[in-house]
């Protein structure tokens, strides 16, 4: 029952993928402007395709938990701990689910933003931007803020950045002349 719960709001989410192919081509755009500017005066340019990936991400996370809901239509509060977990398999649906929204975060921030390549670093960026979240949907009314999606958001990001690590390192050791057999 949980599974399809979790199936039927991932398809609901590929609505949203558009908006974030938009906001993913208006970045490429201005990036192409910006490196091409950086490359004439002789300095680094920025990551392309980890910046667009981002902005994909965060315009999907935007529509996600602002956008597609109305304001004042939840309000609320919520600060006990593993209090939406056990209720049914609903709720278990949106801890599952809170999860799988954060994972993309950890991979795609230390590909877009080189300084959040620490574990530290990027998982207290992913417990800022889950908070801020938080937060703003407990202004607008647009969503509860509750400890338990800080919790999952981060976990999430935490299990997306062991996966940018496994797979930056194996990259990276086929490139090293050394490590080839």
């Known amino acids: 029952m949980m599974l399809k719960y979790i199936i039927k709001d991932l398809k609901e989410t590929l609505a949203y993928l558009p908006y974030g192919i938009m906001a993913g081509a208006v970045v490429g755009l201005l990036l192409n402007g910006l490196n091409a500017r950086r490359e004439r005066k002789g300095k680094d340019t920025f990551p392309m395709a980890g910046l667009m990936a981002f902005s994909l991400y965060l ?20 600060l006990e701990l593993f209090s939406t977990w056990g209720t049914n398999a609903r709720n278990h649906a949106f801890v599952v689910e809170n999860v799988l929204l954060f ?5 795609i921030c230390p590909w877009a933003f080189p300084w959040l390549r620490g574990f530290f670093r990027n998982t207290f ?32 990001a935490v299990i997306g950045y062991v996966i940018f690590w496994l797979l930056h390192h194996m990259i990276q050791g086929f490139h090293r002349p050394d490590l080839r057999r």
Do not use: C, K
């Not at 315009?59 to 919520?78: A, N, Q, Y």
């Not at 994972?103 to 991979?107: K, N, R, V």
């Open 125 to 156: 960026a992913a417990f800022v931007t889950s908070f801020g979240v938080e937060t703003i949907q407990l202004i607008t009314g647009r969503g509860y803020f509750q400890v338990d999606d800080i919790l999952t958001n981060v976990l999430g």
């Open 59 to 78: 315009m999907i996370i935007l529509v996600i938990t602002f956008f597609s809901r109305e304001d004042g239509s939840r309000i609320g509060m919520d």
């Open 103 to 107: 994972i993309p975060y950890g991979f």
